[in-house]
């Protein structure tokens, strides 16, 4: 999947997203759920996998309590004592595998997405610059702004700022640890604007992707039938 | 699209993402993670906002996943609020940040209870359905707990926020604030 054209698994996530949220269920969110999680695992993304069952965990819980234990009646009776409702419980199950087909198809695709490879993608493919270099020079900005942090809670950390305890001592780390971000962000947009503007962000021109990935056949091939698989399952689920 | 823009939206989506990150780490009941989307709005207006708003979710997306999508329109609402309120000079002190940031809390809690409970059914993020669970379990019916549990968080998440941004907006230089009129405008210099 790594090697993939960058468009084909993003065309893989949002066909299962947009399956996920179409299939019947509870019978079909949770075989396309197990489906995702061994597509990903095979695929060399079982992070992906272990991530997403980090992410649902606490989903899955509340889900079971908010409509399985506390959900309306009939009831029916747990082995172990109790009873879930019956509603609620099929509620719950449905919801938690859709969810969690989701969740593993967004973050598998996070794990094998290459900014890189997708801004050649997109400069061959003549996409719109603009909408193309903030997507990358988010990614960027996240990684940096997410180190600053790290590097600012240590530092202010040896200043004597205590970030345990007390609800009223966590509150008042806000303006230390938050500021000082806030305040980058401000100073560091006019040098990176004028950056920007010298080498010909607003030029309106076209543009050479100078190590373009192959967009083979069988990418093609993978993003018609994922389009046509799509648009199948929308007209059985119309007519049935 | 100015090139400043271009500059700082990458940057207020990063700020949006990693002091949500940082609110969680603290353990506040606050998510703090449309601080980005508020400051771009005072700065910029609207548009700036709500393409910070945008962008933001879906970067969240892929880190959490595509499903709380529909939640971007609680990002264009905080950009709308946030471009009024410093139309209307909103962050001139705290005591005016803290109002319009209830007033903010309170539109956007009531929208994203109308969002989780109609597609959701009220299970969304942690804390917030944590409230919600613990109303559902003494009694309140699925819909009234969902709302009651969205308007105590973004009540709070929201006026936190908008003192945050309304306290850094006075604290900055007059060289800085100068570049952006609106902000100016906001603070009341």
Redesign the interface.
Same mark, same amino acid.
């Given at each position: 999947m790594r090697r993939a054209h960058p468009f084909t698994s993003g065309a893989i996530a949002l066909a299962l997203i947009v399956l996920a949220l179409l299939v019947p269920a509870p019978r079909g969110t949770v075989t396309l759920y197990l489906l995702i999680c061994l597509g990903a695992w095979f695929a060399g993304a079982g992070r992906a996998v272990w991530l997403g069952l980090l992410v649902m965990a606490p989903l899955w819980l509340l889900l079971l309590v908010m409509h399985g234990v506390l959900g309306e009646a009939p009831r029916f009776a747990l082995p172990w004592g109790g009873s879930l409702s019956v509603s609620g419980s099929a509620w719950a199950l449905a919801q938690g595998s859709r969810l969690g087909a989701i969740v593993t198809a967004s973050l598998t695709f996070a794990t094998v997405f290459d900014p890189h490879r997708f801004l050649q993608a997109a400069v061959e493919r003549r996409w719109p610059w603009s909408a193309t270099f903030l997507l990358v020079a988010t990614l960027d900005a996240a990684e940096r702004f997410g180190d600053q942090a790290r590097r600012l809670r240590e530092a202010q950390r040896t200043r004597g700022l205590r970030v345990r305890g007390s609800l009223r001592l966590r509150a008042r780390a806000i303006p230390a640890l938050v500021f000082p971000l806030l305040l980058a962000s401000l100073t560091e947009a006019d040098d990176r604007a004028l950056a920007l503007e010298s080498r010909g962000l607003t030029h309106h021109g076209v543009r050479t992707a100078i190590d373009p990935p192959a967009d083979t056949a069988l990418d093609r091939v993978v993003r018609w039938s994922l389009l046509a698989l799509v648009v199948g399952v929308v007209i059985w689920r119309a007519v049935s | 699209?100015? $090139?400043?823009l271009?500059?700082?939206? $990458?940057?207020?989506? +990063?700020?949006n993402?990693?002091?949500g990150?940082?609110?969680n780490? !603290? +353990?506040? $009941?606050v998510y !703090?993670d449309t !601080?980005?989307t508020m400051?771009v709005a005072v700065?910029t207006g609207l548009p700036g906002g709500a393409l910070v708003g945008t %962008?933001s979710q879906l970067?969240a997306?892929?880190?959490?996943?595509?499903?709380w999508l529909p939640f971007v329109v609680i990002q264009w609402l905080i950009a709308l609020l946030a471009a009024v309120a410093a139309n209307r000079g909103g962050f001139a002190t705290p005591l005016r940040s803290a109002g319009w940031g209830v007033a903010c809390g309170i539109l956007c809690g009531l929208i994203s209870a109308v969002i989780s409970f109609a597609l959701?059914?009220?299970?969304t993020a #942690?804390g917030v359905? +944590?409230i919600?669970?613990l109303l559902? #379990?003494l009694g309140l019916p699925?819909s009234t707990a969902v709302t009651a549990a969205s308007l105590v968080t973004d009540i709070l998440d929201k006026t936190?926020a908008f003192v %945050? %941004?309304g306290?850094?907006l006075r +604290? !900055?230089p007059k060289r800085?604030l100068g570049?952006f009129p609106v902000a100016s405008r906001a603070v009341g210099r």
């Amino acid at each position: 999947m790594r090697r993939a054209h960058p468009f084909t698994s993003g065309a893989i996530a949002l066909a299962l997203i947009v399956l996920a949220l179409l299939v019947p269920a509870p019978r079909g969110t949770v075989t396309l759920y197990l489906l995702i999680c061994l597509g990903a695992w095979f695929a060399g993304a079982g992070r992906a996998v272990w991530l997403g069952l980090l992410v649902m965990a606490p989903l899955w819980l509340l889900l079971l309590v908010m409509h399985g234990v506390l959900g309306e009646a009939p009831r029916f009776a747990l082995p172990w004592g109790g009873s879930l409702s019956v509603s609620g419980s099929a509620w719950a199950l449905a919801q938690g595998s859709r969810l969690g087909a989701i969740v593993t198809a967004s973050l598998t695709f996070a794990t094998v997405f290459d900014p890189h490879r997708f801004l050649q993608a997109a400069v061959e493919r003549r996409w719109p610059w603009s909408a193309t270099f903030l997507l990358v020079a988010t990614l960027d900005a996240a990684e940096r702004f997410g180190d600053q942090a790290r590097r600012l809670r240590e530092a202010q950390r040896t200043r004597g700022l205590r970030v345990r305890g007390s609800l009223r001592l966590r509150a008042r780390a806000i303006p230390a640890l938050v500021f000082p971000l806030l305040l980058a962000s401000l100073t560091e947009a006019d040098d990176r604007a004028l950056a920007l503007e010298s080498r010909g962000l607003t030029h309106h021109g076209v543009r050479t992707a100078i190590d373009p990935p192959a967009d083979t056949a069988l990418d093609r091939v993978v993003r018609w039938s994922l389009l046509a698989l799509v648009v199948g399952v929308v007209i059985w689920r119309a007519v049935s | 699209m100015s $090139p400043r823009l271009f500059a700082l939206v $990458p940057a207020a989506v +990063a700020i949006n993402l990693v002091v949500g990150r940082v609110a969680n780490e !603290l +353990a506040l $009941p606050v998510y !703090l993670d449309t !601080l980005g989307t508020m400051l771009v709005a005072v700065l910029t207006g609207l548009p700036g906002g709500a393409l910070v708003g945008t %962008v933001s979710q879906l970067f969240a997306g892929m880190l959490s996943g595509y499903q709380w999508l529909p939640f971007v329109v609680i990002q264009w609402l905080i950009a709308l609020l946030a471009a009024v309120a410093a139309n209307r000079g909103g962050f001139a002190t705290p005591l005016r940040s803290a109002g319009w940031g209830v007033a903010c809390g309170i539109l956007c809690g009531l929208i994203s209870a109308v969002i989780s409970f109609a597609l959701f059914r009220g299970v969304t993020a #942690g804390g917030v359905t +944590a409230i919600g669970t613990l109303l559902r #379990g003494l009694g309140l019916p699925l819909s009234t707990a969902v709302t009651a549990a969205s308007l105590v968080t973004d009540i709070l998440d929201k006026t936190v926020a908008f003192v %945050v %941004v309304g306290g850094l907006l006075r +604290a !900055l230089p007059k060289r800085i604030l100068g570049r952006f009129p609106v902000a100016s405008r906001a603070v009341g210099r």
